[in-house]
């Protein structure tokens, strides 16, 4: 009888192993290339509107999203972005080492697309540590002049093609605004998604943004450019390098010039200029600044003709703010209550000076130029700055950003008296100076240096 009681028991025990180790295997996660695609085909291959989602373990999601307007395979560890259009079909350099698709997956690759299709097939190299949604829509972004030794073609060197997607959209605007756009972006918190906003108060946003102006960075430069073959940026920080370096009318010589924050420029023109053709800014740390450097002059951000205000969305506040300006409103809700966006951008702010920067564009640039390990760390707002001129510009000079000699200058290059510099946990300057000094030494921008 004993016997039989120790069967059982051990048949038991058996039998919930195998239940277990069933359980685990079935929660394995399997390489996007080894899932056959062919099943995804349809005879004509065109008005699909469906969604196969696959659920991997750990967290990861590998999608197939397929409607009227966007096509994006989601692989966990590696994902590019190429770009349909009528005739000719966008793709991502492979890798070295990289295997290629499988037969099916070239198959749907190669298939015709319907005009404005945006397709995310082809594997590179995996990027470490863990990325946080390496996918991407994608826009035709075509350069704005013909100049010859442009930045988006070095960017397109062997050195940065793993990392560079020359489709990734800058901005958001109107058109973005769509419940299949906000069921994708919702997943992903802060300056990454819409994970802090609801459907509504996006909408009530974004469709404001529905001129010309509102989708290029360098709206204007048809009337600016003057013939000009090159469109030169230049990105200010506001680093003490900067001081006493008599760069300001340097710096006012570019067609357009970058700052952020905390830029202070009456008393300090002969060293950082006295022009801003765009301000970016999160509504945090514009009123921040504002509270933390009143004293030393910063009022507010700068006020010109020229000027164009560009949101780093962070929170609900920074769409709150677009809403406000574009409506010429008092502000609905949030710290800024009743506030009056006149106050901040003065009388003539209209919805034509506003931009507001893509999440995909964000997460790109920490996924693939400032890859970390911390939940916690997000690209500071003047790198953000930075790489999007690199983006959008031909030619780009950075000047009070963060060298290797740090140590010899103040914090701002407004401080009557040394400060260091403080590192805070949310941000790796480190990180940020390293890439610096590898764009600079790639010939990708020009960093100001100096002993």
Known sequence: MAYQRMLLCFLAISGLLSIYVLCVSLEMWVPW????????????????????????????LAALRINSKVLSIRDPGASTTTTAGPDRLWRAPTSQGTKHPTTAAKRLTTAKQAPGVLLSTQPVKPTKPDLIGNWYRAEDRRPQTTCPDAIFKKWLSKDFQERFIPTIPVLQWAEHATPQEYQRLKAFPGTYGWGMLDYQNLTASLSLLNLTANQRMLDDWDVRGNGSQCIRCAVVGNGGILNDSRKGAEIDGHDYVFRTNGAILKGFEQDVGSRTTHYIFTTNTMRNSMGAYHGAGFLGPPQSKETRYVFLPASIRDYLLVKAVATHTQVEQGPEKNKNPSTYFGEDASTEKLKIFHPDFVRYLRNRFLPRFRDIYRPTTGCVMLLAALHTCDQVNAYGFITPNFRNFSDHYFDKKYHKLIFYSNHDFNLEMNLWQELHKAGIMRLYMRP
């Open 33 to 60: 290339r080894m899932a056959d695609v062919s099943v995804l085909q349809t005879a004509n291959n065109s008005r699909l509107i469906r969604q196969v989602t696959l659920h991997l373990s750990q967290g990861f």
